[in-house]
Structures are given as structure tokens and as C-alpha cells.
């Protein structure tokens, strides 16, 4: 079974920090990289962050680069993802996918999608 499910939305007030986690399910944990995406209303999906599982360095947008870390944890087989110092043009639907290092930035790449969890950001 193909599934990642998400956790850890919610309101901020800007400059405050927010945590989210993805649970891959069992088969994927292996076989793919896994990231975080974002999405405002009427604008396209953003490739926000995506780990490298080959040790590689991760992958982050220049609007969050110093702000935001993608982990992943081996044992709750897990990929978190620490949001800092956020902003109110942070607020989005945040999705957890899968990653195509051939075309990082295209979000169309990726094969799997979780079903998204928003955060908001406002004072």
C-alpha cells in the first residue's frame, strides 16, 4: 500500500515555529525520497524541501533556505520537517510527496501525494 500521511499543522503568529511530520507508509520508506510541498490558493505547487536518502544534500526553496530543515528519522521512519522564524507568506496547504531529483522544482514529477495539512501564519 501507497501512502503518506501527514501531521503537524496548525496557526502560528509570525516569527513563531511549527513542526510537521510525514509517515510514509511501510513499502516507500525505502524506495523513494520524500519531501514537502506547499500550495496557496491560485497559485501552483511549490517543491518546498526534499530530503536525499543517498546522503546527498537535501534540496530546499531560496525562500526558506536557513529557515526550514527536512530530516529523516530511521526509527519512526518518519521525514520532519522544522519550520523557523515563520512568515505570513509561509501560510499554505503543506503536502508530503514523493521527490523526482530530475526535475526537483517540477511538482508534476512526483507520483504521491499525501493529503495535506495547512498552516497559517498571521498575527
Known amino acids: 500500500q501507497v501512502q503518506l500521511v501527514e501531521s503537524g499543522g496548525g496557526s502560528v503568529q509570525p516569527g513563531e515555529s511549527l513542526r510537521l511530520s510525514c509517515a510514509p507508509s511501510e513499502s516507500m520508506w525505502t524506495q523513494y525520497d520524500i519531501g514537502w510541498f506547499r500550495q496557496v490558493p491560485g497559485h501552483e505547487r511549490e517543491t518546498v524541501s526534499c530530503i536525499n536518502r543517498s546522503q546527498g544534500p537535501s534540496y530546499y526553496a531560496d525562500s526558506v533556505k536557513g529557515l526550514f530543515t527536512i530530516s529523516g528519522d530511521n526509527v519512526k521512519k518518519t521525514v520532519d520537517f522544522q519550520m523557523d522564524t515563520q512568515k505570513p507568506e509561509d501560510t499554505a496547504v503543506y503536502y508530503c510527496?514523493?521527490?523526482?531529483?530530475?526535475?526537483?522544482?517540477?511538482?508534476?514529477?512526483?507520483?504521491?501525494w499525501g493529503q495535506g495539512t495547512q498552516v497559517t501564519v498571521s498575527s
Open positions: 510527496a514523493t521527490c523526482f531529483w530530475g526535475g526537483i522544482q517540477n511538482t508534476q514529477l512526483s507520483d504521491y
